[in-house]
C-alpha cells in the first residue's frame, strides 16, 4: 500500500445519486441540494474539556485528568469543537475514574459522551488498561487479584458504556509496560505485564473487551514507534488477538516530523492491513522543547507561551501533517490532543485555541482543509430524466433536498449506488 499524491487522489469519489419521490418515481428534470453532512473520517479531538460542561458543573471544582478548560470556558469553546470535530475522546485513566475502589465515575462519563452523541459525536475511550495512570489501591493486591480486578475493570467499563462508545484504546503504551516504574515503585499493571508478558496482557483486554460488546473498535495504542511496537504487532496478530486499528501517537512537542518520516512510519505500519488511528497528535505555537529530552514528561517550564511566529509554524506544519496522512488510505482516524492551550498536558501551547478562547491560525487552517477543501458545500445541481445526478465527495453521510422534502443518503467506496427517497 502506497501514499497518493495527494488526499483527493486517495479519498474523493465519484458517485451517481438517484432522487426519488414518494410514490418511487424518479425526480426527473428537478433542481436539487446537495451537502454534506459528515465524513466517514474520524476527525477528532479530545472532549476532557467537556466533561464539566456536559454535567451541569460550576467552575473548576472538579480537575480533569491530564488538564483541561473548566465548564465555563468550554462553554465558549463549543462551537468551535462542533464546527470542526466529528469524534471526542472521553477520559477513562483509571487512577482518575476510581480513585477509591469501587466506586467509578461512570455515571458523570456516561453523560459527557450522551452530550456528545446528542450532538452527532461519535465517542472513544481512552485508555481501558494502561500501567501510568493505574491506581494506586491496586498495588495493594496480590497478582492473581490484580489480573482479575483487570478483567473485571475491562468488562464493567465496555458494558456500561455500550451505545455511547463506539471505540476504545484497548491498551495503551504496551511497549514500555513491562519495565515501567513510577515513582521508584512498580504500579501493579506494570508488575501483571511483567509476570504474564505482553501479548497475554493485550489479548486480557481485547478479548474482554470484545466479549463485552462486539461492536465495538478496538485500538493496539502506542508513542513508541520502533521496530519494537512492529514486534509486538506482528506477535500478537500471530497469536490470533483480533485487532480493529492500530494506533500511532505523534506529540511532536519537539519539532514537525516532516513528511518524509511520517510517509516512512505510515508505510511501516500499513503492511499489517489494518486500519491505523493517529490518536495522539500535537503541534506547538510556541518554542519547541529541547531535542535532548527522551520523556516529554520530564520537561516543565513555569511559562510556556505561544508567540506569533509559533503560531504561523504550527498552522503551516498542521496543514502538512493532514495532507500526508490523509494522502494514505490506510488512515481511519485523526486525533488532535486539544481543543485550547487551557490546561494542555505539560502546559504546552499546542491547543488549536489559545488559552483566551481566540482561534489560532492553525484553527482555521485545519478548518479549511476538514470543512473546506475536503468538503461538500451545499450545492446546486439538476437530475436527469431518469432523476440521476452525479455527485463528487469525500466518503460520507450526505443530504438532498428539493423543495421542502428532503433524504439522508451515503457516499462510500464499497456500497450500492446511492438512492433516495424525498419525503
Known amino acids: 500500500m502506497t501514499c497518493s499524491t495527494s488526499p483527493d487522489a486517495a479519498r474523493r469519489l465519484d458517485g451517481t445519486l438517484t432522487v426519488r419521490s414518494a410514490d418511487g418515481s424518479p425526480c426527473a428534470d428537478t433542481d436539487v441540494l446537495v451537502r454534506q453532512v459528515r465524513h466517514d473520517v474520524a476527525f477528532g479531538n479530545i472532549g476532557f474539556d467537556f466533561v464539566g460542561l456536559a454535567n451541569g458543573e460550576q467552575g473548576g471544582s472538579r480537575e480533569n485528568v491530564f488538564g483541561g478548560a473548566d465548564p465555563e470556558a468550554a462553554e465558549r469553546l463549543e462551537h468551535l469543537w462542533l464546527d470542526l470535530f466529528n469524534t471526542a475522546t472521553l477520559p477513562f485513566y483509571w487512577a482518575g475514574f476510581e480513585p477509591v475502589q469501587g466506586q467509578p465515575d461512570t455515571r458523570r462519563l456516561q453523560a459527557a459522551a450522551a452530550w456528545f452523541r446528542d450532538r452527532g459525536v461519535s465517542v472513544k475511550g481512552h485508555p481501558l488498561v494502561w500501567h501510568t495512570l493505574a491506581p494506586d489501591w491496586l498495588r495493594e493486591h496480590p497478582d492473581p487479584e490484580v489480573e482479575e480486578i483487570v478483567r473485571a475493570r475491562v468488562r464493567r467499563e465496555v458494558t456500561s ?29 506494570t508488575r501483571l505485564c511483567r509476570r504474564t508478558g505482553r501479548i497475554p496482557t493485550v489479548r486480557l483486554a481485547f478479548e474482554e473487551a470484545r ?52 510517509q516512512e512510519v505510515l508505510e511501516r505500519f500499513a503492511r499489517y492491513g489494518l486500519p491505523l488511528h493517529w490518536t495522539e497528535t500535537t503541534l506547538v505555537s510556541g518554542d519547541l522543547m529541547p531535542p535532548e529530552i527522551v520523556d516529554l514528561n520530564d520537561h516543565r517550564v513555569d511559562e510556556w507561551p505561544s508567540t506569533p511566529e509559533g503560531e504561523e ?42 488559552a483566551d478562547g481566540t482561534p489560532k491560525p492553525a484553527y482555521d487552517a485545519l478548518r479549511g482543509l476538514v470543512k473546506g477543501e475536503w468538503w461538500l458545500a451545499p450545492t446546486r445541481l439538476r437530475t436527469d430524466g431518469e432523476g440521476r445526478v452525479p455527485v463528487r465527495g469525500w466518503a460520507g453521510d450526505y443530504a438532498v433536498s428539493a423543495g421542502d422534502r428532503s433524504g439522508s443518503w451515503t457516499l462510500r467506496p464499497d456500497a450500492p449506488l446511492p438512492e433516495v427517497t424525498l419525503a
Open 161 to 189: 458504556f455500550a451505545g455511547l462508545v463506539d471505540t476504545w484504546d484497548a491498551i495503551n503504551e504496551v511497549v514500555i509496560m513491562p519495565v515501567f516504574a513510577n515513582e521508584d515503585r512498580q504500579n501493579a499493571i
Open 211 to 262: 466479549a463485552a460488546d462486539p461492536t465495538t473498535t478496538l485500538v493496539l495504542n502506542d508513542f513508541n514507534l520502533s521496530t519494537a511496537y512492529e514486534c509486538l504487532i506482528e506477535g500478537v496478530l500471530e497469536a490470533g488477538v483480533q485487532v480493529d486499528a492500530i494506533g500511532l501517537q505523534s506529540h511532536m512537542h519537539q519539532g514537525y516530523w516532516g513528511e518524509e518520516r511520517t
Open 313 to 354: 509554524r504550527q498552522a503551516d506544519e498542521i496543514v502538512r501533517h493532514y495532507r500526508t496522512l490523509m494522502s494514505h488510505p490506510a488512515v481511519q482516524a485523526v486525533t488532535y490532543w486539544g481543543i485550547t492551550d487551557r490546561g494542555a498536558w505539560l502546559g504546552a501551547p499546542a491547543g488549536l485555541v489559545r
